[in-house]
């Protein structure tokens, strides 16, 4: 009886040292083969379009005098939600340009709309998908789980090893990060149009395809905003993070100040940001309250 | 142009294991108690004629709208045919096409108007009517130019760019209507379409869609809650009840005749003054209730027996040619010419009379009492008197709903 407590030694009461299991090791031995395998098949068919985009969208924002930048936002504003707004991004913009990190702002804005235009892309389609299959969202929602809630700093080290430094390593991380609102709300706002439009729509002899893109697409637009509004401010969120790995733009000059424990630095690359999302914000929710799905809202 | 056979929806996780039961006879009740699933129609049958109004009444939850969703297949019926009969393609049995032949079916033979409108919030009036017409793939400018002719056509005309939540319910049916008439489909199929409007309004659509309905000439198949809806609108009248259709009939023979203890107790609150003909309560003239009592001029005078003030002068065709009241002589005039549509203005007359014809309803024989105190002339097809309508035939043709003569 007295020789069964060494047996079972220390591990009586605790359980975990009984069993090991090297999970970090299985990662690390998943992530070097997923590097090594994909790594040409990335360069080639991931990081060109990525890049692409992003050097296209930045050249049109940075050769553009920046008083046109300012009219085009001003404009882009004002259709969007008002002139109010279109007046608040305009004074706001300005503010950056005069703290003079105007380049600055306008790569950050390049890598923001890239990475959204890739999370809308790929997200909305994957979110019709969703709302028509209960299987596929069932398959998806873990998915979104894990990319909403996995630090991005994990798999920032993956991405450099699949992609090296630069821009294109921090897009691709960004686009991971801010997509899953869009995927669910684009879902969810589908799925919430009320059966009576459908039914209408059905009983006119509507195609399943007509019915979504005449119909569900249009009345789920609300949704898809606040979706894309997210996803939006998520992107931004990661514009810092993104520095570390040599993106470059106001999440540049936050962490470059923080190395060099230049305060001011820091703050004004923050407070560039701050301006800047609360731009993106209003005018993305504008959107949402004009688009035209919105009345479905007054009635019954 | 459209038949049901044997129609049937049974809801729960294996419909078709019930059809024994259903066979047996047993009742909606029964069914669920004993299995679990809900027997939402049960053997429905039926057929609308090209042109016709055919009313399906119930309350809430006896399947009637079900039953018009089976019809275009919003929801699938688990036996029973339902035959199209188009003039194109002969008969078609909706319920068993396929896909692609059942959405042609929908765009072009069958639309829907919907109890809560259904309009798309994000379309524009305009487009909305149109929406039918988008998916048949109709051209932009043809589409636009039937939009606005049939916009003009319920009245809404200059409506075209303003958004549905702009308009108030019972002109959003009237997109509504429009939506479902613009498609050109030959058969309409209205759930409770005037149910969600005020009382006024109500009376105010079903008018505009008998309008409609005259200049169209469409077949509707028109689900309602309401029988005195259906006694105006209605042809012929299915009344269901748990999922069964339990009588049909043209109004008339429903109200003077309910078939079921469920019928009677609905037409007991019904509104006979629309439905009831003269034919139905006047007294018949006949020597049963008329006295002759002597001859002039060539004519026969008679008296309604116990009512020696009146004399009718029949000459021998048939055809009353004079009356009298206390002695003196009384003008008669064609009913419809001294009350106009909207009442006319009571004078109770006693030196004028109305006659009508045998199936003008009583509505309008007491809209005529109210110009002349004297009994109403009921004229058969050739303009012989056929009967007359007093008081006693009034009182008891609205509250028996059937002839006062009929009873001894």
């Not at chain 2, 002969?90 to 409108?117: K, W, Y």
């Amino acid at each position: 009886m007295n020789d069964l407590i060494p047996m079972l030694g220390g591990s009586l009461g605790n359980p975990f040292e009984l069993i090991d299991m090297p999970i970090d090791d299985w990662v690390t031995q998943f992530v070097d083969w997923l590097v090594n395998t994909f790594r040409d098949f990335f360069r080639t068919w991931v990081s060109p379009p990525v890049k692409t985009v992003m050097e296209w969208v930045q050249w049109l924002l940075t050769s553009t005098p920046p008083l046109a930048v300012l009219a085009g936002l001003f404009v882009i504003a004002w259709r969007a939600a008002s002139w109010k707004v279109g007046v608040f991004a305009v004074v706001a913009f300005a503010f950056i340009g005069f703290m003079g990190v105007w380049e600055e702002l306008m790569t950050t804005l390049s890598l923001v709309i890239t990475s959204v235009l890739f999370c809308l892309i790929i997200g909305v389609p994957i979110g019709i998908l969703c709302s028509r299959k209960d299987m596929t969202y069932t398959l998806v929602r873990p998915i979104l789980d894990i990319m909403q809630t996995t630090p991005p700093f994990v798999y920032l080290v993956p991405a450099v090893m699949l992609f090296s430094i630069g821009n294109v390593p921090g897009l691709v991380a960004t686009i991971i990060f801010a997509m899953p609102p869009t995927i669910r709300l684009t879902n969810l706002g589908i799925r919430q149009v009320p059966g009576q439009y459908t039914e209408a729509a059905t009983a006119f002899g509507s195609t399943p395809r007509q019915i979504l893109w005449k119909v569900q697409v249009p009345l789920a637009m609300p949704t898809i905003m606040a979706g894309l509004n997210q996803t939006i401010m998520l992107a931004l969120s990661m514009v810092v993070i993104a520095a570390i790995i040599g993106a470059g733009g106001l999440g540049l000059l936050v962490f470059q100040g923080l190395n060099r424990l230049d305060i001011g630095q820091a703050f004004v690359g923050g407070l560039g940001i701050v301006l800047l999302a609360m731009v993106l914000d209003r005018i993305t929710q504008g959107l949402g309250e004009k688009a035209p799905g919105s009345r479905a809202s007054s009635d019954d | 142009m459209i038949r049901a056979e044997g129609v049937t929806k049974v809801f729960g996780p294996n419909p078709e294991s019930v059809k024994p039961l259903l066979d047996q006879g047993k009742s909606k009740d029964e069914i669920q108690a004993e299995t679990g699933h809900v027997v939402g129609v049960n053997n429905a049958s039926f057929e609308v004629g090209a042109g016709e109004v055919f009313c399906i009444m119930g309350l809430s939850g006896s399947g009637k709208s079900t039953l018009i969703r089976c019809i275009n297949r919003l929801i699938e019926p688990t036996f029973g045919k339902i035959i199209l009969n188009d003039p194109e393609h002969g008969e078609m049995d909706i319920a068993t096409m396929d896909d692609p032949t059942l959405r042609r079916v929908r765009s072009q033979h069958l639309s829907m108007v919907f109890q809560h409108f259904a309009l798309f919030p994000h379309k524009t009036v305009l487009s909305n009517v149109v929406y039918g017409l988008e998916v048949q793939g109709r051209d932009k400018a043809e589409r636009e130019e039937l939009g606005k002719k049939y916009l003009e056509m319920v009245g809404l005309g200059g409506w075209e760019n303003h958004y549905p939540d702009e308009l108030s319910g019972g002109m959003q049916q009237r997109v509504g209507l429009a939506r479902a008439v613009a498609t050109e489909a030959n058969i309409l199929l209205m759930d409770e379409p005037f149910s969600a409007l005020d009382p006024l309004i109500k009376v105010q659509m079903q008018d505009e869609l008998m309008r409609i309905q005259q200049e169209l000439g469409r077949t509707i198949l028109f689900i309602t809650h309401d029988l005195d809806e259906a006694m105006r609108i209605g042809d012929h009248i299915a009344i269901m009840d748990a999922g069964r259709i339990v009588q049909v009939g043209n109004p008339e023979e429903i109200l003077v005749n309910p078939k079921t203890e469920y019928v009677a107790k609905f037409v007991e609150h019904a509104d006979p003054t629309g439905v009831i003909t003269a034919e139905t309560v006047a007294l018949p003239f006949s020597d049963r209730y008329f006295n002759r009592v002597g001859k002039e001029a060539g004519n026969q005078v008679w008296n309604r027996t116990g009512y020696s003030d009146i004399e009718f002068h029949v000459d021998t065709n048939g055809h009353l040619v004079k009356m009298r009241f206390e002695g003196n002589e009384v003008a008669l005039h064609e009913l419809e010419e001294k009350v106009t549509e909207t009442g006319g203005a009571p004078e109770r007359h006693t030196d004028a009379a109305v006659h009508c014809s045998s199936d003008t309803v009583l509505k309008r024989v007491l809209r005529g009492r109210a110009y002349s105190e004297l009994p109403v002339i009921v004229q058969d097809a050739e303009g012989r008197l056929q009967g007359v309508i007093d008081e006693p035939e009034l009182i008891h043709g609205i509250l028996e709903k059937q002839g006062y003569a009929q009873d001894d």
